[in-house]
Antibody, heavy 118, light 110 residues
Framework: QVQLVQSGAEVKKPGASVRISCKAS????????IHWVRQAPGQGLQWMGT????????KYAQKFQGRVTMAPDTATSTVYMELSGLTSEDTAVYYC???????????WGQGTLVTVSS | QTVVTQEPSLTVSPGGTVTLTCASS?????????PNWFQQRPGQPPRALIY???NKHSWTPARFSGSLLGGKAALTLSGVQPEDEADYYC??????????FGGGTKLTVL
C-alpha cells in the first residue's frame, strides 16, 4: 500500500535550518511528484513547492525562494525538504503529499511539527 | 500575488446539502486549474476527496461531488453526515508547476 512516512518533530532556534524527510513506499517513486505543504497553528494550508524525482527538478513558491531546497534520493525513495533562516513564523506542521502529474493529489504524509523557539 | 478564496465558514443541517466554492483572483476557474479538494479533521493530515474538478478517489463517499459553478470550482455535499464536520480546502494550479491553496472553509453540521 502507498505510504509517505515523515521524520519526527524538530525544535530549532531562530536562524537555524531544518531538514525533514518523506520516505515513500508502495509505488514507483520516480513516477509521482512530491509536494510540501505547511500549516501554521490554527491556520490554513500553504503550498511550499514540489519536486519531481525522475528529473531531480524542483519548483518553489515565491514566498520560499532562496530559503527552501527540496531534493529526492531515488536510492531510498525519500524526498528531503530543507528550510533555512528559520523564524518563529516557520513554526508549523509540514506535510508531504503525492501528485500524479496532471493534478491528481492523493496520499499525504502524517506531518512533521517544526517548532522554532529561542 | 494570486489569491484563492473560499467561504470562511458554512453551517448545514444533517441530511442537508451544501456547496463550497473556490475562486481565483486571476479570473474564472476552469478545468485547466485542475481543482483538488481536501478534507481535514482536527489533528489529522488532509485527506484528498476530489481531483481534476470532479473525479473522486476510491475512498471518497458518494455524497461528495466536484464541479465548476459560475466561474468557480465547487464541492457539493448531499445528505450531509455529522462526520462531515471538518475544514475543507481547495487547491488550484497556476502553471509552471505552481499551486495555491484556498484559505479553507470550516463546515459545521448542526
Amino acid at each position: 500500500q502507498v505510504q509517505l512516512v515523515q521524520s519526527g518533530a524538530e525544535v530549532k532556534k531562530p536562524g537555524a535550518s531544518v531538514r525533514i524527510s518523506c520516505k515513500a513506499s508502495g509505488y514507483t517513486f520516480t513516477s509521482y511528484y512530491i509536494h510540501w505543504v505547511r500549516q501554521a497553528p490554527g491556520q490554513g494550508l500553504q503550498w511550499m513547492g514540489t519536486v519531481y524525482p525522475n528529473l531531480h527538478a524542483a519548483k518553489y513558491a515565491q514566498k520560499f525562494q532562496g530559503r527552501v531546497t527540496m531534493a529526492p534520493d531515488t536510492a531510498t525513495s525519500t524526498v528531503y525538504m530543507e528550510l533555512s533562516g528559520l523564524t518563529s513564523e516557520d513554526t508549523a506542521v509540514y506535510y508531504c503529499a503525492r501528485e500524479l502529474h496532471g493534478g491528481t493529489f492523493d496520499f499525504w504524509g502524517q506531518g512533521t511539527l517544526v517548532t522554532v523557539s529561542s | 500575488q494570486t489569491v484563492v478564496t473560499q467561504e470562511p465558514s458554512l453551517t448545514v443541517s444533517p441530511g442537508g446539502t451544501v456547496t463550497l466554492t473556490c475562486a481565483s483572483s486571476t479570473g474564472a476557474v476552469t478545468s485547466d486549474y485542475y481543482p483538488n479538494w481536501f478534507q481535514q479533521r482536527p489533528g489529522q493530515p488532509p485527506r484528498a476527496l476530489i481531483y481534476n474538478t470532479n473525479n473522486k478517489h476510491s475512498w471518497t463517499p458518494a455524497r461528495f461531488s466536484g464541479s465548476l459553478l459560475g466561474g468557480k470550482a465547487a464541492l457539493t455535499l448531499s445528505g450531509v453526515q455529522p462526520e462531515d464536520e471538518a475544514d475543507y480546502y481547495c487547491l488550484l494550479y497556476f502553471g509552471g508547476d505552481t499551486w495555491v491553496f484556498g484559505g479553507g472553509t470550516k463546515l459545521t453540521v448542526l
